[in-house]
């Protein structure tokens, strides 16, 4: 079980990574709109990025947002770079372990 000091941080951090992983989409979202592609053509293609990046990890966490389930979001944010290890210096030891424990074993 994580500490609540942790939880508390990420219930704070996850919005926070969040909005900063959604500005890349929008970031991608202008080009395409700025694009010198016909109308029809930006529409599609703004159509299926959007639908392709809806199912990204950040809307669709594995377990329940909720401190016993923290550790596998933090995992998930983490296989899908939503997240990386610098993002969790303010966190304890346990959770900063884990994720590099993490980050280990995906490397193999």
């Given at each position: 079980m994580s500490k609540e000091?942790?939880?508390?941080?990420?219930?704070?951090?996850?919005?926070?990574?969040?909005?900063?992983?959604?500005?890349?989409?929008?970031?991608?979202?202008k080009a395409i709109l700025?694009?010198?592609?016909?109308?029809?053509?930006?529409?599609?293609?703004?159509?299926?990025?959007?639908?392709?990046?809806?199912?990204?990890?950040?809307?669709?966490?594995?377990?329940?947002?909720?401190?016993?389930?923290?550790?596998?979001?933090?995992?998930?944010?983490?296989?899908?770079?939503?997240?990386?290890?610098?993002?969790?210096?303010?966190?304890?030891?346990?959770?900063?372990?884990?994720?590099?424990?993490?980050?280990?074993?995906n490397s193999d």
């Amino acid at each position: 079980m994580s500490k609540e000091s942790d939880w508390k941080l990420f219930s704070k951090k996850y919005f926070e990574w969040k909005n900063r992983y959604l500005e890349q989409f929008i970031t991608e979202y202008k080009a395409i709109l700025d694009s010198d592609d016909t109308p029809i053509d930006k529409f599609v293609e703004l159509k299926e990025r959007i639908n392709k990046d809806s199912r990204a990890s950040v809307f669709r966490l594995p377990g329940r947002f909720s401190r016993n389930d923290m550790n596998l979001n933090i995992k998930a944010l983490l296989d899908t770079g939503v997240i990386t290890l610098d993002d969790l210096s303010e966190f304890s030891d346990e959770v900063k372990d884990m994720a590099e424990f993490v980050m280990r074993n995906n490397s193999d």
